[in-house]
C-alpha cells in the first residue's frame, strides 16, 4: 500500500511537468496563428508563474486546511481545465485567460508533495519525484513535435495532453482515501546526505526565529531564483533560439527541447541512484558546473549538432540542483521551519520562472534570440557563488 501511495505521488508530478514544457515547443508555431510578437510568450509565462506563487505562498494554510491528497486534486483539475482552454482558445485573451488556472493550479501541490516528501523519504525519493516531472516535460514538446512535424495543428498537442492530464485526475480521484490511510516512512529512521544533520538545540531555536533571519535562507531563496531562471528560461526559449539564430525547423527545435527535458530526467534518475553514496551539495556543485559547460557550447561557434549536446549537458546539470536544494531544507534549517521556508523557497522560485523568461524575452524584442546562452551562463554564475556562500555559512553555524 505504502508503494502505491508513492508511485501516486510520482504520478501527480508527471501532471505538474506535462504544461511546463507545452508553451515553449509550440509558440515558434501559435504566435504565427495568432500573429503575435515573439517576446508575448514571456508575457504568458509570467501570468502562469505569477499564478504559482499566490497558490505556492497560500499552500500553508491551504494545506492544513484541505490535506495535500484534496489539494493535488483540485490543482490537477484546474490544470487540465486550463489546457483544454488553451486547445480551443480563438484568440490571445483566451490564451491569458487560461493561463491563470494553469498557474494557480501548480504551485500549492508543488509547495506540499515537495515538503511531504522531503520531510518523510529519502533523497533518493525526491530526485526521483522531480524524475517524474521530468517525464512529464519530455513527453509534452515530443507530442507537440509529432503533430507539428505531420502538419497537424499545434491545438491537437494541446488536446492530447489534456486528455492525459485528465486521466491522471480520474486516478487520483479513485485514490483520495489513501491520503488519510498510508503512513510513509519516517524521516527520522533515515540517515541524511553527508550526516549533515542540525543539532537539536539549533532546530529548537530556529523555530523561534523568522525564517528569513536564519542563515543562509536568504542565499538559498536566491538559489531557487537563478535555478528556475534557468531552467525555464532554456525551456520556453530553446525553441525559439534554435529556430532564429541555429536555422532548425520547427519541428526539430520541439524535438531537441523535448531531449533537453528527457536529459533532466535522465539526469534525476540517476541522481536518485547517486545519492546513495554522494551528498546533496556535492551535487549541487557538479550539476552547476555540467550545466554552465552545456551552456558555453552554444555560444561557440562550432556545427550545429553541438548545440544539442550542449542542450542535453545543462538538462544533465540542471537534474540534480532543485531536488538537492529542496531535500537540504530541513536538513539545513529543521523540521520545525521546513514547512514554511518551503513555501518561501517555492514562491521565490516561481518568481525566477516569472520574471527571468519575460526579461529575456523584451531584451530580444530588441536585439536577437542569439543572447540566449549569455543570460544563461550569468544565472549559473551568480547561482555557484550564493550556494556556496550557504554551504560555508552552515559549516559555521
Known amino acids: 500500500m505504502a508503494t502505491l501511495f508513492l508511485v501516486i505521488i510520482y504520478l501527480a508530478f508527471i501532471s505538474l511537468g506535462l504544461p511546463d514544457s ?22 504568458l509565462y509570467m501570468i502562469i508563474a505569477g499564478g504559482t506563487i499566490v497558490s505556492s505562498l497560500a499552500s500553508g494554510t491551504v494545506l492544513k486546511r484541505f490535506g495535500t491528497g484534496k489539494v493535488t486534486f483540485v490543482s490537477c483539475v484546474l490544470t487540465a481545465g486550463a489546457l483544454f482552454g488553451f486547445s480551443i482558445a480563438p484568440s490571445l485573451i483566451w490564451l ?30 525526491m ?25 497537424q495543428s499545434w491545438r491537437d498537442g494541446y488536446t492530447t495532453i489534456f486528455i492525459i492530464q485528465l486521466a491522471l ?24 546526505d553527508g550526516g549533515d544533520t542540525a543539532p537539536e538545540g539549533a ?5 523561534r526565529t523568522n525564517p528569513l533571519k536564519i542563515k543562509g535562507v536568504k542565499l538559498t531563496l536566491t538559489s531557487f531564483l537563478l535555478y528556475c531562471g534557468v531552467e525555464s528560461t532554456v525551456g520556453l526559449w530553446g525553441g525559439s533560439f534554435l529556430v532564429n539564430t541555429k536555422q532548425l525547423t520547427a519541428a526539430t527545435a520541439a524535438q531537441w527541447v523535448s531531449l533537453y527535458y528527457a536529459g533532466i ?36 561557434p562550432l556545427p550545429t549538432s553541438f548545440s544539442l549536446v550542449g542542450f542535453i549537458m545543462i538538462g544533465l546539470g ?24 518551503m513555501g518561501y523557497q517555492m514562491a521565490v522560485a516561481y518568481t525566477g520562472s516569472t520574471f527571468l523568461p519575460p526579461l529575456l524575452g523584451w531584451v530580444i524584442g530588441y536585439s536577437t534570440t542569439g543572447v540566449l546562452p549569455y543570460f544563461v551562463i550569468t544565472y549559473i554564475v551568480l547561482m555557484f557563488i550564493g550556494s556556496e556562500q550557504v554551504n560555508r555559512l552552515m559549516k559555521a553555524y
Request: glycine share 10%; with cysteine.
Open 22 to 43: 507545452l508553451l515553449g515547443a509550440a509558440w515558434p508555431v501559435m504566435r504565427m496563428d495568432y500573429g503575435a510578437p515573439i517576446e508575448t510568450a514571456g508575457m
Open 96 to 125: 491569458f485567460l487560461c493561463a491563470i488556472p494553469l498557474g494557480l493550479g501548480a504551485g500549492a501541490v508543488d509547495a506540499g508533495l515537495n515538503n511531504y516528501v522531503a520531510t518523510h523519504y529519502k533523497a533518493h525519493h
Open 127 to 151: 530526485s526521483w519525484l522531480h524524475c517524474f516531472w521530468g517525464v512529464g516535460a519530455t513527453i509534452g514538446p515530443m507530442i507537440m513535435s509529432f503533430y507539428i512535424s505531420r502538419g
Open 169 to 192: 485526475v480520474v486516478l487520483l480521484f479513485c485514490t483520495l482515501p489513501l491520503w488519510k490511510r498510508v503512513s510513509p516512512e519516517s524521516r527520522d529512521e533515515r540517515t541524511d
Open 203 to 207: 532546530n529548537e531555536q530556529k523555530a
Open 265 to 300: 530526467t535522465v539526469g534525476r534518475l540517476i541522481t536518485g541512484f547517486v545519492t546513495f553514496k554522494v551528498s546533496n551539495r556535492v551535487l549541487i556543485r557538479a550539476g552547476q558546473m555540467i550545466a554552465l559547460a552545456g551552456t558555453v557550447l552554444l555560444v561557440l
Open 318 to 341: 540542471c537534474a540534480p540542483i532543485y531536488p538537492c536544494l529542496l531535500h537540504e531544507t530541513p536538513t539545513r534549517f529543521g523540521k520545525e521551519q521546513s514547512t514554511g521556508i
